[in-house]
């Protein structure tokens, strides 16, 4: 299954998991909508070809959604008797942190061997370098974000431009750094707003025409229209727009890295299960495919170094 935000590259690990556990001589079955597919019992057989022609397709041929009812003990009961009524013995589960939340809740209480497969453009968990989908996501950004410095060139304005990462700032600092912005508001670190009005201050007397700024949707200070309004309020005559990348950064074809990575978690996923594991994430740590309990990796992720923020100021002197 695919639960939760999709990102692209789940089509190719649901191809790899199908694919693997055929060749191993399993039976497959997909359930549609995540959880709340499982609840209803939306599930269905897959056969190899089922999974055709989906590896260079961004969503998810299985469908996703943030189930409110598998929160519930009642939602949790009937997944489990609907898994248990179709005879599945194991379980892949492709999905981020609300994903693997609900897991750990529900494997408290019922048992079934599983393998998690960190799918999600955020990046917000432990356990793996990459996600399935980031690199994607952040490419999106980047083409986005050079598009938007073409036209703040040709007017001398500033731009924010807010990028998605609900509770974590790699989309923005990746393409951050990768687009060459002035400045990279983000979740992890505190952001000082007059800090970085000041920095504006100093560049317009440098007369540094074009300020790109990108902000993590979920800095705590806040998006694109509250960093717009205190631009606005202490530079009055600054030609500013915004810019909010939104839903096109989780769709479109995956990247080659997002494509092999899936497959090599796709593939891990179902050796792992049949070597008995259960109950946690694969991913993937200094190119090699690893395996970190499920409660581990989540709400936890990879502490953003300060000096790649540092680093970003010094490169946009
Ligand atoms: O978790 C991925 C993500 O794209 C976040 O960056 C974003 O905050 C959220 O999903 C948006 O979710 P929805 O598609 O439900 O609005």
New binding site residues.
Partial sequence: MTS????PGMNAAVRAVVRTAIYNGLEVYGIRRGYQGMIDGDIFQMKAQDVSNIIQRGGTILKTA?SKEFRTEEGRAKAYAQLQKHGIEALVMIG???TFSGAVTFFKQYTIPAIGLPG???K?LAGTDFTIGFDT?VNTAVEAIDKIRDTAEAHDRLFIVEV?????GY?ALNSGIACGAEDILIPETQTDINDVLDRIDHDERRKKTVHILVVA??DDFGGAKEVHEKIKERFPDMDIRSSILG?I??GGSPSFADRVLSSRLGYAAVNALLEGKTQVMAGIINGQVVYTPLEQVVKQHTAIKEDMLQMIRVLSV
Avoid: C, K, L, Y
């Fill in positions: 939760g935000g999709d990102s943030r981020g942190d609300g999600t453009i955020d917000d996501a998605m990462g609900r509770d974590a989309i949707e979920g839903h950064q989780r």
